[in-house]
């Protein structure tokens, strides 16, 4: 059953008549989670969406073809309970900024406890917990499951538990599902628990382009960095390699990158699943769990978890009570 068929989980719903999901938006950019419902065929109402950057809600606007009036603008001042149990998908691709590896790394609270950028998290759950949707969606950046963010990671797996739901989490790489890029994301799919039957994400699937192949043949001059920007991100590196953080970069020769690109498209399918599916060590704090996974996910504690971590790590402490 795909996961956003009507009547998801719903005995008494799984012979009525398929209709459109009704979509919330938030923290919605130009609508990357609309964009992939729009190539994979899924019909969806937009209740609302969410962005707060002007610019970001023009290109929205334009690229989904609604209109701006759907802008509820600031996360911190969505009333959703009006729609209480009437929508089905919740995405929230929250702030990033301070768990990326190219930020503070203050995580979710500073240092007086007052929640960040990437606090805003708890936003979306009250969002979530006003409106009750069937599922929601959630993508950050991988490093929300690192040792340093091990304890807020488990602080957004509980709270969602206690909110109502099972939460299935994988770290995705765009280059397994035909993107050539290395871009590897968190994705928390969480379902309602009265109306959960469970979920797997999708397999990785083969390579079959390069960058080369999606670059073109030829390109306006204004589109080319001058040597003054060039310049400019080598001191950006170099500040962030002085802090211990931040992005490398290289300015590299397409041509000659094109080799090797094409010995690694040319993995089998076989191959690429291998890898992409090997065994991973699993720790849940809360529940004092260790142990390795193999295929499939395994529940702890209401989370399921199929990305995990290196051996070795000592038990988390007690999660703090806000």
Request: aromatic share 10%.
């Amino acid at each position: 059953m795909n996961l956003f068929d009507f009547g998801y989980g719903d005995k008494l719903a799984q012979n009525a008549p398929c209709r459109k999901i009704r979509m919330l938006s938030l923290f919605s950019g130009i609508g990357a989670f609309e964009k992939a419902l729009d190539r994979v065929g899924i019909d969806y109402e937009l209740v609302g969406y969410c962005e707060i950057d002007r610019n970001a809600s023009k290109a929205y606007s334009a690229i989904h073809g609604v209109s701006e009036e759907l802008n509820l603008w600031d996360v911190c001042k969505v009333n959703a309970k009006p729609w209480r149990d009437t929508i089905d998908l919740i995405s929230y691709g929250f702030p990033c900024q301070d768990i990326s590896l190219a930020g503070r790394q203050r995580g979710l609270f500073d240092a007086e406890g007052r929640y960040t950028r990437s606090g805003l998290f708890f936003e979306a759950l009250r969002i979530i917990k006003e409106c009750n949707p069937r599922i929601a969606i959630a993508e950050n950046v991988k490093n929300l499951m690192s040792e340093n963010f091990r304890e807020q990671y488990h602080i957004v797996q509980e709270s969602l538990g206690d909110a109502g739901y099972n939460n299935y989490v994988e770290v995705l790489n765009a280059k397994d599902y035909g993107v050539p890029q290395n871009r590897e994301r968190v994705f928390i799919v969480s379902i309602r628990k009265d109306i959960d039957i469970g979920f797997e994400f999708p397999e990785p699937v083969p390579l079959t382009k390069s960058l080369a192949d999606l670059l073109e043949d030829e390109v306006d001059e204004k589109y080319y960095l001058s040597d003054e920007v060039i310049r400019s991100f080598e001191e950006h590196k170099a500040r962030n390699e002085a802090n211990g953080n931040g992005f490398g970069w290289n300015v590299v020769d397409i041509d000659r990158q094109t080799d090797r690109q094409t010995d690694r498209v040319s993995r089998t399918s076989a191959e690429r699943s291998r890898l992409a599916r090997r065994r991973t060590q699993a720790h849940s704090s809360d529940v004092k769990i260790s142990g390795t996974l193999n295929t499939g996910s395994q529940k702890l504690n209401g989370t399921y978890i199929r990305e995990g971590r290196k051996e070795g790590r000592k038990e988390g402490r007690k999660l703090p009570q806000r």
